[in-house]
C-alpha cells in the first residue's frame, strides 16, 4: 500500500499536489465564480455572519490561525481562531450570526465535537471541514465542505494539512463572494492562482534532497527554532510540531516580531533556526524586518535555514542553508512553505531512527479528552 514509498507520510508527502487539486475540483464554476452550494451554508449566514470563529486542534489549529488571515483579507469579517480544548471550557459570546468553521481531518477529534456541540447550543452556525466522510463531526454540524486528500494513514498529518488550507481559502472567498466584499476580479484571480498551486507543489517536491541532506546533518540538536511572520507565522508553528511528534527533538515556533520579547535569548552558537520569509512582492515591509531578524539571530551565532521564494535574492548573504519555494501569491505561501518543513521532519525523524508513521505516544485521532 505504500506504493513503493518508505513510510505512508512519505507517500502522503508526495500525494500533495493531487491531494491539493481535488480539493478544488468541481468547487469553481465555468465563470470563475465559486460553487461551494454543496456544504449547505445559508445564504443569510453567508451574508450576514458578524463574527467567525474556527476551532480546531494540533495541525488543524495551524490550518485556522492561516485561515484567519485570509477570511479578514477577503472576507471582511473579524475571526478568531481557538483551541477547541480552550474553547470548549469558557463562555465565548456566539449567537445566531457567528459562523464557526471546526476543522478535523479525522472529524472524530473530541475536543472539536465538544466545541461544535457548545456553539451549537447558542444558536451558532457551525460549518465542518472535514475529510473522512460521514465522520461525527460532519454529522453534527450545519455544513460542511469535505477536504479531498484522501486516507491519511501517518499520525503526523500533512496532506490533509494542505487541503485544509484550500477548504479555508476557499470558505474565505466563498464568503467574500456572498458579501460582496471581494469583486469578482479578485476571486477569479485567486481561484487561478489556486489552479496553479499543485505544480507549484510539484516543483517543490523535486527539490527537496538538500533538505534531507541537511536533516541528517541536523540530527544530534537538541532544539530547533523556527521563526515566521504573518502566513509564515503559523507555518513556524507547523513545522516545529511536526519536529516534535516525529523527531521527539524540543522545537518552538515564534512569530519572528517577538524576538526582542524574550525568545532571542534562547539563540547560542550552533543553534539551528528555520526562518520562513515573507514574499518580497507581497507586504515588503514585513519581508525586509524578517531579513533583518535573520541578520540578528545570525549575528549571535544561529546556524539559519532559510524558507524564501525563488529570486529573492535578498536573504542569500544570510543563509546558512537556502531552501528554496516557488513564487506564489503571499496569502497562498502557506501551501508552498509547509511542504519542506514536512520533510525536513521526517528526515530528521528517519536519521534518529524513528517511525514516522507511528510515533510514539500519539494517536491519529484523539477521541478522548
Ligand atoms: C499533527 C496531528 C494532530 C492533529 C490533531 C487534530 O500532525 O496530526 O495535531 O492535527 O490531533 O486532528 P483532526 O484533524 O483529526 O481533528
Known sequence: ??????????????????????????????????????????????????????????????????????????????CEVELASEFRYRDPILDHRTLVVAISQSGETMDTLMALRHAREQGAHVLAICNTNGSTIPRESDAVLYTHAGPEVAVASTKAFLTQLVACYLVALYLGQARGSTDGAEIRAAVRE???VPDALERTLATMEPVRDLARDLADKRTVLFLGRHV??????????????????????????????????????????????????????????????????????????????????????????????PAVPPLLQPLVATVPLQVFACALATGRGNDVDQPRNLAKSVTVE
Open 1 to 78: 500500500e505504500k506504493d513503493g514509498y518508505a513510510s505512508f507520510m512519505l507517500k502522503e508527502i508526495a500525494e500533495q499536489p493531487r491531494a491539493v487539486a481535488d480539493t478544488l475540483l468541481g468547487r469553481v464554476a465555468e465563470d470563475g465564480t465559486l460553487r461551494l452550494d454543496e456544504a449547505r451554508v445559508r445564504p443569510e449566514v453567508l451574508r450576514e455572519a458578524r463574527k467567525v470563529v474556527v476551532v480546531a486542534c494540533g495541525t488543524a489549529f495551524h490550518a485556522g490561525l492561516i485561515a484567519k488571515y485570509a477570511i479578514e483579507h477577503w472576507a471582511r469579517v473579524p
Open 194 to 196: 489556486l489552479a496553479r
Open 232 to 325: 509564515g507565522y503559523p507555518v513556524a508553528l507547523e513545522g516545529a510540531l511536526k519536529l516534535k511528534e516525529l523527531a521527539y527533538m524540543h522545537a518552538e515556533g515564534f512569530a519572528a516580531g517577538e524576538l526582542k520579547h524574550g525568545p532571542i535569548a534562547l539563540v547560542e552558537p550552533g543553534l539551528p533556526v528555520v526562518v520562513v520569509v515573507p514574499s518580497p512582492s507581497g507586504h515588503r515591509l514585513l519581508h525586509d524586518k524578517i531579513v533583518s531578524n535573520i541578520q540578528e539571530i545570525r549575528a549571535r551565532g544561529a546556524r539559519t535555514v532559510v524558507v524564501a521564494e525563488e529570486g529573492d535574492e535578498s536573504v542569500v548573504p544570510y543563509a546558512d542553508h537556502l531552501v528554496r519555494v
